[in-house]
């Protein structure tokens, strides 16, 4: 089974629901070198201290989310979390 997946729409899904400002949610998808496709999510700063607070539990919980769908198509993903 070779399917494509899209990580920005299944990114924006998990998100979204989360953010107070939704309309600032930005995700570009950046390919590299190594073979890692490298996400970039930016949010406003008030969803970004939400997204990364506690540990960074939330985020964490995405990232294994994404990392087990790149992992079924043999993908590595990173995602990093920034702010405007």
Known sequence: ????????????????????HQEDLRIKEFPSEDEIILIQVMVNQEDLDYLVKKKGKVANAIRTIIYAAGSRACTKIKINFDSY
């Open 1 to 20: 089974m070779n399917e494509s997946v899209n990580y920005i729409s299944l990114i924006e899904k998990l998100i979204r629901p989360l953010l107070t």
